[in-house]
């Protein structure tokens, strides 16, 4: 018999696990597992690989609710003693990783050595930074032709409340206008439409010429189509390398106000 599907949420105690949670229990995951896991680093902390380091089961003062309707088959409360980003980081059997994006946890500064900056770098599955716990109706899925975009759209498609989604927004930077009519513009927004077609919502594709950076580009969009979700890939350097170069993961997650999800190919 094969395994559900897992989510694994990242939970820290903080008022942005709390939004996170709310809106994970938000959508229906029907047929998935939850592993709701919290990491604790003691001050020396066990050695790889002991038994204190390895998540196993626990009740926590307040467990995490949920609702009948998220349909969740199972969810399983886990702690361990170990620095998060080994924990968390390690997950690569992972289907979906979900964090809070604000308070005094795990995504509180984005800084170089942080959880959020190892999670936002080496995502071992795709990655989803919720800054606010309101339904998914408007997505905007930023694709580039590159590996790691099409992981993103891969990870949007695999969602199992995608049907409940009203409108898909696919969309390009290009930083010209002659951006606008190369053939390989058309064909990357007609590769990740295909992959959503037939999914439920309604799919439409955009060429944005760049206002100042891409990620700004890109917030200021989902911005203008008050969207719930953002969905790009962890760097950019794609088949039209000039339409989203280099990364903007960083960026986008630490100013969009709404949630974002992040994929790396081969994760």
Same mark, same amino acid.
């Given at each position: 018999?094969?395994?559900?599907?897992?989510?694994?949420?990242?939970?820290? *105690?903080?008022?942005?696990?709390? =939004?996170?949670?709310?809106?994970?229990?938000?959508?229906?995951?029907?047929?998935?597992?939850?592993?709701?896991?919290?990491?604790?680093?003691?001050?020396?902390?066990?050695?790889?690989?002991?038994?204190?380091?390895?998540?196993?089961?626990?009740?926590?003062? %307040?467990?995490?609710?949920?609702?009948? %309707?998220?349909?969740? +088959?199972?969810?399983?409360?886990?702690?361990?003693?170990?620095?998060?980003?080994?924990?968390? !980081?390690?997950?690569?059997?992972?289907?979906?990783? =979900?964090?809070?994006?604000? *308070?005094? !946890?795990?995504?509180? %500064?984005?800084?170089?050595?942080?959880?959020?900056?190892?999670?936002?770098?080496?995502?071992?599955?795709?990655?989803?930074?919720?800054?606010?716990?309101?339904?998914?109706?408007?997505?905007?899925?930023?694709?580039? *032709?590159?590996?790691?975009? &099409?992981?993103?759209?891969?990870?949007? &498609?695999?969602?199992?409340?995608?049907?409940?989604?009203?409108?898909?927004?696919? =969309?390009? +930077?290009?930083?010209?206008?002659?951006?606008?009519?190369?053939?390989?513009?058309?064909? =990357?927004?007609? %590769?990740?439409?295909?992959?959503?077609? !037939?999914?439920?919502?309604?799919?439409?594709?955009?060429?944005?010429?760049?206002? *100042?950076?891409?990620?700004?580009?890109?917030?200021?969009?989902?911005?203008?189509?008050?969207?719930?979700?953002?969905?790009?890939?962890?760097?950019?350097?794609?088949?039209? &390398?000039?339409?989203?170069?280099?990364?903007?993961?960083? /960026?986008?997650?630490?100013?969009?106000?709404?949630?974002?999800?992040?994929?790396?190919? !081969? /994760?």
């Amino acid at each position: 018999m094969s395994q559900p599907p897992v989510l694994v949420f990242g939970d820290d *105690g903080s008022p942005g696990a709390d =939004v996170a949670w709310l809106w994970v229990c938000g959508h229906p995951w029907t047929g998935w597992r939850a592993e709701v896991i919290t990491a604790v680093t003691p001050p020396i902390g066990p050695p790889p690989g002991s038994a204190a380091a390895v998540p196993h089961p626990w009740e926590p003062p %307040e467990p995490r609710p949920c609702f009948d %309707e998220t349909a969740f +088959v199972e969810v399983a409360h886990l702690r361990a003693e170990a620095d998060p980003r080994a924990l968390l !980081g390690g997950r690569t059997d992972a289907d979906l990783l =979900v964090v809070g994006a604000r *308070g005094e !946890g795990l995504l509180k %500064e984005l800084h170089l050595g942080s959880t959020a900056e190892y999670l936002l770098h080496h995502p071992p599955a795709p990655l989803l930074v919720v800054t606010r716990a309101t339904p998914t109706t408007v997505v905007v899925v930023a694709a580039d *032709g590159s590996p790691h975009a &099409r992981a993103a759209v891969d990870a949007l &498609r695999a969602m199992p409340w995608l049907d409940t989604v009203s409108r898909i927004e696919v =969309v390009t +930077v290009g930083d010209d206008h002659e951006d606008w009519e190369a053939p390989d513009v058309h064909a =990357v927004l007609d %590769e990740a439409a295909s992959v959503l077609a !037939g999914a439920g919502p309604e799919i439409a594709t955009r060429q944005l010429q760049a206002d *100042g950076s891409v990620a700004s580009t890109l917030l200021e969009y989902s911005r203008h189509v008050d969207a719930d979700l953002l969905a790009l890939g962890t760097r950019g350097l794609g088949a039209v &390398r000039r339409l989203l170069m280099g990364s903007t993961a960083t /960026a986008v997650t630490a100013r969009a106000e709404c949630p974002v999800l992040l994929a790396r190919a !081969g /994760a």
